[in-house]
């Protein structure tokens, strides 16, 4: 079993910032790949950011240049730090991870953009 828990979510005004935590715990040996999803209200899933353990990073186009994903092997957690928040950002974010064909989500954090 992998434990993901997220912090770092809340309240922020468009244009502001938020960086969000995930910390991975448990049989965690085998692990590559975390990632951020975000699920709005009445939308799908979709993927944010993911980084690999050698910190090779993907990201949505649409946030690409205000996203940036970075990670702490030593402390098995990875860092999203949210610039330039738009309303659209607005979402529950989900630490993901998938390990020998598990999937693994956290139980997700708020993140809520007001104009």
């Known amino acids: 079993q992998v434990q993901l828990v997220e912090s770092g979510g809340g309240l922020v005004q468009a244009g502001g910032s938020l960086r969000l935590s995930c910390s991975a715990s448990?049989?965690?040996?085998?692990?590559?790949?975390l990632a951020w999803y975000r699920q709005a209200p009445g939308k799908q899933r979709e993927l944010v950011a993911s980084?690999?353990?050698?910190?090779?990073?993907n990201y949505a186009e649409s946030v690409k240049g205000r996203f940036t994903l970075s990670r702490d092997n030593a402390k098995n957690t990875v860092y999203l730090q949210m610039n330039s928040l738009k309303l659209d950002d607005t979402a529950i974010y989900y630490c993901?991870?998938?390990?020998?064909?598990?999937?693994?989500w956290g139980q997700g954090t708020q993140v809520t953009v007001s104009s």
């Open positions: 993901n991870t998938v390990r020998f064909g598990y999937i693994y």
């Open positions: 448990g049989n965690i040996v085998g692990i590559n790949i």
């Open positions: 980084i690999t353990n050698a910190g090779s990073t």
